[in-house]
């Protein structure tokens, strides 16, 4: 079973430009989601979709940050304009779908940001 | 607030040898526990999930336990190998899809 596909693997990009990152989830998988995952911390949740709603984005910065889900299967995140402190891995992972017994999320490798 | 804690934050280790992480939570309602290994530069893989009725699950080497009243979860390894070294991530479902991520251990097992 092909795992949860990221691009780019890196990206080194200076600061007030933009970026964006492109995730495939699992195939079948409902939730999508992009964590933001700063280092030595814990991943922080950005979004999550099921299908092509949005479940959950109080942590998004959307000032800055946007995500899609046009069709219910690959997500694209992008930050516009970006800032230093926007250097982090950012991950994205899906699951089944939501519920105690469906909700094991499946991570990508991420994509590593650094802002100049 | 829900919150995920866990210590040590960093751990060195020779091969061969045991260790316990430790995880203490207040999440609020608590659907179920993970601990995941996050390898460098790798997003993090499951290793053990824990429900509220349950109070220990393995998986190889690893021995994961849960206290549901005391809100405490430990990850035990046996016997540590080099590919061992990796952060070690307990992740608390709060209801039935929002994850309360904690910070890590950060494991290095040493030669």
């Known amino acids: 079973e092909a795992g949860v596909a990221q691009s780019p693997r890196y990206k080194i990009i200076e600061k007030r430009q933009s970026v964006a990152f492109w995730c495939n989830p699992i195939?079948?998988?409902?939730?999508l989601y992009w964590y933001q995952q700063i280092l030595g911390q814990g991943p922080k949740l950005l979004i999550q979709?099921?299908?092509?709603?949005?479940?959950?984005d109080s942590q998004l910065p959307k000032d800055r940050f946007s995500a899609e889900r046009l069709k219910g299967v690959d997500s694209t995140l992008k930050i516009q304009p970006a800032k230093l402190e926007d250097s982090a891995v950012y991950l994205c992972?899906?699951?089944?779908?939501?519920?105690?017994?469906?909700?094991?999320?499946?991570f990508g490798q991420g994509t590593r940001l650094t802002v100049v | 607030k829900n919150q995920v804690e866990q210590s040590p934050q960093s751990l060195i280790i020779l091969e061969g040898k045991n260790c316990t992480l430790q995880?203490?939570?207040?999440?609020?309602?608590?659907?179920?526990l993970r601990w995941y290994k996050q390898d460098t530069g790798r997003g993090p893989v499951s290793l053990t999930i824990?429900?509220?009725?349950?109070n220990t699950k393995s998986n190889g080497r690893y021995t994961a336990t849960l206290d549901a009243d005391t809100k405490q979860s430990s990850l035990h390894i046996t016997a540590s190998q080099l590919s061992d070294s990796a952060s070690y991530i307990c992740?608390?479902?709060?209801?039935?899809?929002?994850?309360?991520f904690g910070t890590g251990t950060r494991l290095k097992v040493l030669a």
């Open positions: 992972a899906s699951s089944l779908g939501i519920g105690a017994d469906v909700n094991e999320a499946f």
């Open positions: 195939s079948g998988h409902a939730t």
């Open positions: 979709f099921q299908n092509n709603g949005v479940v959950d």
């Open positions: 995880c203490n939570y207040t999440v609020s309602p608590f659907s179920n």
């Open positions: 824990m429900t509220f009725s349950e």
């Open positions: 992740v608390v479902s709060e209801g039935t899809y929002k994850y309360i």
